[in-house]
């Protein structure tokens, strides 16, 4: 079922808004027990790679693409570090409008750049980082009169609250720490907004400290410094200027949480850990959530038996070479059997 027919009630939908569906949403939620005890916690993972092009983002952008439709919008464009774009481009595939999509060059994981040119997108890239590539869409979007679907877009922020809701509606609660990885900020936001309305409509009775990790060399929030020249591994929260700044952090504040930086190092040693001891392979950036909570427990400052959700944002076969990069190449051998016995130690 997708977010809009599972969620449609909730939803700033009517009869007159298309019915866009992907079945996106409703990942599972899956609990690491190998990992957790290691922790002393309750550890649970949200699955947001099983959406359908292998991100969160489709979250939001279904219901942007509804609403652009039924304002009578044509054309679409966006700027994007990678997922926003695969996305945006299979719901302009799926519904059958052009998609314009800037990425910054250079910058894009291989697997999130495939996906944009073969949903069919005009895919442009452009010198500069993300915050320019954001800057450029939004004038274009103006000038010529087509819908912009990045996180600028209030749409997306409101149908990515779904992911609080489905944790919620799973657990028959919140959990006691929310951990997310934080780029443009919208997510973090949106989780927040999200336990908030189970709250206020008493589907849940409390909420849940809200832990934003930035990657080191991009951490504007953690830092409360700007950082003109982002660099991390994980390129989905390589964002220096935070669109969603000021809710991220009424989020993080209101909710009584913390934002954290991990380095890149960390991030891909929980990225392999994720894969070997929970056989969950997610992107880089979403294995910024289990980097920081190892390293809050290695500083003694997560409470034991915490029930904890880490949202995986995105799919790790989105970025094989950060993943490689990290484990190495296979075992080579020749085509006997003496060698693979040999090997099969
Ligand atoms: C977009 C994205 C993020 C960052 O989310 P924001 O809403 O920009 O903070 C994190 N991880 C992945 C995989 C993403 O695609």
């Known amino acids: 079922m997708g977010v809009l027919t599972r969620y449609g009630k ?8 298309p019915a866009v569906n992907l079945e996106e949403g409703s990942t599972p939620l899956v609990r690491l027990d190998r990992i957790g005890g290691e922790l002393g916690i309750e550890l649970w993972a949200k699955l947001e790679g099983c959406n359908p092009s292998g991100s969160f983002k489709d979250r939001g952008m279904v219901l942007a693409f509804a609403k652009a439709l039924e304002d009578g919008a044509r054309a679409f464009v966006c700027a994007s570090t990678g997922n926003t774009s695969a996305s945006a481009a299979a719901y302009a595939a799926h519904v059958g409008a052009p998609c314009y999509v800037l990425l910054p060059s250079g910058k894009v994981a291989l697997g999130k750049l495939a996906q944009a040119l073969i949903y069919g997108a005009r895919v442009i890239s452009v010198e500069g980082n993300f915050d320019r590539a954001l800057e450029m869409a939004r004038e274009a979007a103006e000038l010529k009169k087509i819908a912009i679907v990045n996180s600028v877009n209030p749409y997306r922020i ?32 949106a989780y927040w907004a999200g336990y908030r309305d189970f709250n206020a409509w008493g589907r849940i009775s409390a909420l849940p400290k809200m832990i934003g990790v930035q990657a080191e060399g991009a951490a504007p929030l953690a830092t409360g410094k ?25 989020a993080v504040s209101g909710s009584g949480g913390f934002f954290e930086t991990v380095t890149d190092g960390e991030i891909l040693d929980a990225q392999k850990t994720l894969a070997s001891r929970a056989g969950i392979f997610a992107e880089p950036a979403s294995c910024a959530t289990l980097a920081g909570l190892v390293k809050l427990a290695a500083a003694g400052k997560l409470p034991g038996g915490s029930k904890t959700v880490i949202v995986l944002t995105g799919n790790g076969l989105k970025d094989p070479d950060a993943a490689v990069s990290r484990v190495g190449p296979p075992v080579k051998i020749g085509g006997t059997l003496d060698e693979l016995l040999g090997v099969m130690t």
Request: aromatic share 4%; with cysteine.
């Open 158 to 189: 409101i149908s990515q609250k779904t992911g609080a809701w489905e944790i919620c509606e799973t657990l028959g609660q919140a959990p006691d720490l929310h951990v997310v990885p934080v780029g443009n900020a919208g997510n973090i936001s």
């Open 226 to 250: 700007p950082c003109p020249n982002p660099e991390t591994v994980a390129t989905a929260i390589r964002i220096g200027n935070p669109v969603g700044a000021k809710t991220a952090i009424e």
């Open 10 to 17: 909730y939803l700033p939908v009517s009869e007159k808004t």
